[in-house]
């Protein structure tokens, strides 16, 4: 099942989802997948992956929106990685994926 991810909701905010060619210059340049910023309420995702890495990196970032909002950034950012990786495992298991509507691609 793939889900598309125009933005999430968290808390009483809405998180766009950016994935695009200027969003993958950007992270590219910084070696990242993605990142989330929380002042601009946004989270971007790299589009020159797998889709398996685009749900996985998702996973993560949203995870980062969900520690800052709910949990006031208590969540050490080592453990924000390994909850993504069992979320994203337990996704494939499933067969859900994530894309992004404006990626020009995926490898
Ligand atoms: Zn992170």
């Known amino acids: 099942m793939l889900i598309k991810v125009p933005g999430i909701e968290v808390g009483p905010f809405h998180y766009s989802v950016i994935s695009d060619a200027e969003s993958d210059r950007e992270l590219g340049d910084r070696q990242l997948y993605g990142d989330c910023s929380h002042m601009l309420r946004r989270i971007r995702v790299a589009s020159d992956t797998s889709r398996e890495q685009f749900t996985c990196t998702f996973l993560h970032e949203a995870i980062e929106a969900i520690n800052n909002v709910w949990c006031n950034d208590k969540m050490e950012?080592?453990?924000?990685?390994?909850?993504?990786?069992?979320?994203?495992?337990?996704?494939?298991?499933?067969?859900?994926?994530?894309?992004?509507?404006?990626?020009?691609?995926?490898?």
Not at 79 to 107: K, W
């Open 77 to 107: 950012h080592a453990l924000i990685t390994n909850v993504a990786y069992g979320l994203a495992q337990m996704c494939r298991g499933l067969g859900i994926e994530f894309y992004a509507d404006q990626s020009p691609h995926y490898l």
